[in-house]
């Protein structure tokens, strides 16, 4: 058996005419840094989200950085950031020279509202939601103490394009999205890029400037800005991969039902807890088991390849240790990763590649 985590090519094998010849177009064109397909794009993903504006920048680290300088919070304020994401979401609160407070996480591995409530003080000016493995977080709730405590919102969505809470796509509730569309994404391009989407027209201005050397115009410099584009050639290509992105969700869907079928009688696997009005985009598909990594193991030797998203909750990286384990020693964020395990999931497999994974998981426990 061979079973991929990931194989872009056979995701690409599809389209490579299509994406071929946008390329030469941009090419002969010499269209590289802003172009038609990057107006066209940043349209296209707008009207796919139905939000305002869409900002195409370098990478979803960049969105995240830019996004909260643009809110222009406080100095010495406290961003509130889930204790296990990537690493990228705490390091746009530092690069902002801003304060973190970790929060926890709850079944479904997004913000537990309970921690949340904690650690909100009178420092805090954003929250960082991250929709992780394609997961919406329980927006209502958080929504509910914006309301109450009127900080500012960011959604972390790098893992989530085209997840739906109550029938809305995620990146429209908080003040700003964040997308990355980093290669292995559910939209990827073919190297680093990322946009930022808002409804609010005096963010995205901002935003633009920042990203824009601080001007709307050439040799306009009207801020400190810096140079975050997402360049046209990936843009293009992202305009093909948008227009398969509702299918290739929905291949994931079933992927991820099978998977629940077919694992669910099995004692020693739980899985993270979707929350009922959501569709998930299921960027990645997550079990957690005492015996992950004897699990882990014996799926590599039947050919079968597993990720661990993320090996270390961030509380727990040498980063921030000194400064904020202490805290955070309880979570259960912490436990969870020790348990927690990503199955091969994706369009490049076949529902019987879910079945054959299945089986061998189970096998594994009969032993
Ligand atoms: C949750 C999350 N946030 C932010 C990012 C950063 O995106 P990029 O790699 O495009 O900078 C990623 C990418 O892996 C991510 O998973």
């Known amino acids: 058996m061979n079973i991929k985590f990931l194989d872009l090519n056979s995701q690409s094998n599809k389209i490579e005419k299509k994406i071929f010849d946008s390329i030469k177009k941009n090419i002969n064109n010499s269209s590289f840094i802003g172009g038609k397909d990057l107006i066209e794009f940043q349209k296209e993903f707008s009207k796919f989200l139905k939000i305002k504006f869409c900002l195409g920048v370098a990478n979803g680290t960049d969105a995240l950085e830019i996004a909260i300088k643009a809110l222009d919070l406080k100095k ?18 530092l690069n902002n020279n801003l304060k973190i407070k970790f929060v926890d996480i709850n079944e479904t591995h997004n913000i ?9 003080n009178k420092h805090t000016s954003a929250v960082i939601i991250v929709h992780l493995f394609g997961n919406p977080a329980n927006l ?25 809470y109550n029938g809305k796509k995620v990146s429209t509730f908080g003040d700003i999205g ?21 409804n609010q027209k005096k963010y995205f201005f901002k935003m633009k400037k920042i990203a ?3 001007g709307l115009k050439k040799n306009s410099h009207l801020i400190l800005g810096r140079n975050s ?8 290509i992202l305009r093909i991969k948008l227009k398969q992105l509702n299918k290739w969700i929905k291949i994931r869907n079933e992927q991820a039902n099978l998977y629940l079928n077919y694992l669910s009688d099995i004692k020693k696997i739980s899985f993270v807890k979707r929350l009922n009005n959501t569709l998930s985009s299921n960027h990645l598909m997550v079990i957690k088991t005492s015996y992950r990594n004897k699990l882990k193991d014996y799926l590599r030797g039947k050919g079968i390849q597993t990720g661990i998203h993320y090996p270390k909750s961030l509380p727990e990286t040498r980063l921030f240790k000194k400064e904020h384990y202490k805290y955070c020693k309880n979570m259960k964020s912490l436990k969870y990763n ?5 199955l091969p999931i994706g369009e490049h497999l076949k529902l019987s590649d879910i079945k054959k994974i299945s089986n061998c998981i189970k096998s594994f426990f009969n032993d």
């Open 76 to 93: 010495g304020s406290e961003i509130i950031v889930p204790a296990n994401t990537w690493i990228s979401t705490a390091e746009a609160v």
């Open 112 to 120: 537990c509202i309970k921690d949340l409530k904690k650690k909100i």
């Open 140 to 164: 209502d709730e958080i929504l509910k103490l914006k309301k109450q405590y009127s900080f500012k919102i960011i959604e972390d969505c790098a893992q989530a394009h085209g997840a739906e």
């Open 178 to 198: 964040t997308f990355s569309f980093f290669p292995s994404k559910n939209l990827g391009c073919y190297g680093d890029g990322g946009c930022i989407v808002t």
């Open 212 to 214: 824009n050397h601080g």
């Open 229 to 236: 584009r997402l360049d046209n050639l990936q843009a293009g």
């Open 338 to 342: 020790k348990k927690i395990l990503s």
